[in-house]
Structures are given as C-alpha cells and as structure tokens.
C-alpha cells in the first residue's frame, strides 16, 4: 500500500521557490521563484540577486532614500531570474513565488505566458505596485492565490 501522508504538488514547488529564496545575499528580503509547466516539470528556478558579473560585496544591500547607495536600482527580482533561466516556452505554466510580484514583474510574467502565480506572502498588499500588479493580472486573466504559510524542515 502507498503512503498517505505525501506532500501536495504545491507544497512541493512552492518548497523549491522557498529553498531557492535561500541562495539570496540579499540580507532584508529573500525571494525565490519556481516555474512550473502544464506536466508538473520544473522549467524555471530563481532568486532575487545582482545581474551577473555586478560585484555584491562593492553594491549595497542597504534599503533607503538614497537610491544610487540602495539595492533598489540594482537587484534582479526571483520572478525574472526564474523567467530568463527557463529555456523553454513558458505559455500555460504555474508561477510559485515566496512574496506577491511587483508591477514590473507582473508584467514580465504576463508577456512571458504564465498563466498562474502562487504566492505565500503579500506584505506589499496596499502599495501602488502591487495594487498594479493585480489590475494587470485581472486583466489579462493571471490566476493568482495565496498558500498557506509553510514550515519546511531541511537537513
């Protein structure tokens, strides 16, 4: 007989999103991504980080009002680091991110064809670009929901 107690398919991707989220340096906010498609395969992984070849020990991790001395201008978010590490098409596949995307992720993820997110966290919920992002994927008809908070023991 088959064991019961096998996780969901959710819990598993949003389980690599979480452990994707830890390769981030980025010491206030950890972000990772999982991209899924149609035949539950993995076809996309990413976590929020400098672009390739920017030094992350001479740009700073700082939040602030100071935009050129903060990360803001710097950092590549986990949805387009999971979006530009995917090598196939991407139309009709399922987004697992660890925090609700921004307004320019959401665009992203609408171009590139996705055509569900699965979030775990919305602490952004009332900001403007978040408030975007949601228009936008209303309107090009994005799924999106919120899992439950999740403990996953690793090691």
């Known amino acids: 007989?088959?064991?019961?107690?096998?996780?969901?398919?959710?819990?598993?991707?949003?389980?690599?999103?979480?452990?994707?989220?830890?390769?981030?340096?980025?010491?206030?906010?950890?972000?990772?991504?999982?991209?899924?498609?149609?035949?539950?395969?993995?076809?996309?992984?990413?976590?929020?980080?400098?672009?390739?070849?920017?030094?992350?020990?001479?740009?700073?991790?700082?939040?602030?009002?100071?935009?050129l001395n903060s990360k803001y201008p710097y950092v590549v978010h986990a949805e387009p680091n999971a979006i530009l590490n995917s090598t196939v098409s991407l139309d009709n596949s399922t987004l697992y991110v660890t925090l609700f995307p921004c307004n320019e992720c959401a665009k992203l993820i609408i171009q590139s064809g996705i055509k569900e997110v699965v979030f775990l966290e919305d602490k952004y919920h009332d900001e403007l670009a978040f408030v975007a992002s949601r228009k936008m994927f209303d309107s090009a008809k994005i799924k999106y929901r919120q899992m439950e908070m999740m403990s996953i023991q690793l090691g």
């Open 1 to 67: 007989m088959k064991r019961n107690d096998y996780i969901s398919w959710d819990k598993y991707f949003m389980g690599v999103a979480l452990l994707s989220a830890m390769r981030s340096k980025d010491p206030s906010t950890q972000v990772g991504a999982c991209i899924v498609n149609d035949k539950k395969r993995i076809v996309g992984i990413g976590y929020n980080g400098f672009p390739y070849g920017v030094e992350d020990d001479t740009f700073p991790w700082e939040n602030g009002d100071d935009f």
